[in-house]
């Protein structure tokens, strides 16, 4: 990594191809802002049911290509059994420090699977630390201005979507770079979807999303703290 580079929007996950399922469309609609686009995957998902560590790597590398992201690392965390340590938190600290996203998208706080879960929490006391003068991490601090929360498979009420409509083809191939994942195949078969139903559940959610903001195709988000608005006339969405 270029110690110069600079993010604006870092989306954190914990498996390669999370980021693709959640908040692929963003990104792409970040990218074409001309905004500096960022992934950290936290392992190596070397704990799967199909395929190798090395073979999601090389997927994730064409998937990253196909997103239009700047950067795009993994860590080694433990697959399946990702914790909240100080050890962690300064790891992530340091990618944080070194990129300095003035956006940082983490995976909802509660999900079925504890490693996602863990990583909203986790994200969030890693930005945390980032910005704390006195702890050593090697790099200047830095704590980002906005952490938002990708919650497509929460059931909870989005505090925004963002449009993806115009990126919803170039998201769907972004995923299915993923073929060692998501190519039909003995490996998980009663536990993953059969390939061929992958792109009408992934546009049927898109779409649901996209209808409560009001456009065809989005990805939702959720907030912690209450947004601000300057102008009611300029306020997106209408409401009859």
């Known amino acids: 990594m270029s110690a110069e580079f600079r993010a604006d929007v870092l989306a954190i996950a914990a498996?390669?191809?999370?980021?693709?399922?959640?908040?692929?469309?963003t990104l792409l609609r970040m990218a074409s802002r001309g905004l500096r686009t960022a992934i950290l995957d936290l392992t190596q998902g070397e704990a799967g049911t199909r395929g190798t560590a090395e073979e999601r790597a090389s997927e994730a590398d064409e998937a990253a290509q196909i997103l239009g992201v700047d950067w795009r690392q993994a860590l080694s965390f433990p697959d399946g059994a990702i914790e909240n340590t100080l050890e962690n938190r300064i790891a992530i600290a340091r990618v944080l420090r070194q990129l300095r996203p003035r956006v940082v998208i983490l995976p909802y706080w509660q999900a079925r699977h504890p490693d996602h879960a863990m990583v909203g929490t986790l994200g969030y006391d890693a930005c945390f630390v980032s910005g704390l003068t006195k702890v050593d991490a090697g790099v200047e601090p830095h704590r980002p201005f906005k952490i938002v929360y990708a919650s497509l498979y929460a059931d909870v009420r989005p505090s925004f979507?963002?449009?993806?409509?115009?990126?919803i083809e170039q998201r769907h191939r972004a995923l299915m770079a993923y073929?060692?994942?998501?190519?039909?195949?003995q490996a998980g078969s009663t536990l993953f979807v059969a390939e061929e139903e992958i792109r009408e559940r992934t546009f049927a959610e898109a779409r649901h999303y996209g209808l409560l903001a009001g456009v065809k195709y989005g990805e939702p988000f959720v907030q912690k703290e209450v947004g601000l608005v300057d102008d009611l006339t300029l306020v997106p969405v209408q409401s009859i």
């Open 179 to 185: 073929r060692s994942q998501y190519a039909n195949q």
């Open 161 to 167: 979507v963002v449009d993806i409509t115009p990126f």
């Open 15 to 25: 498996h390669r191809d999370d980021v693709e399922q959640t908040c692929g469309g």
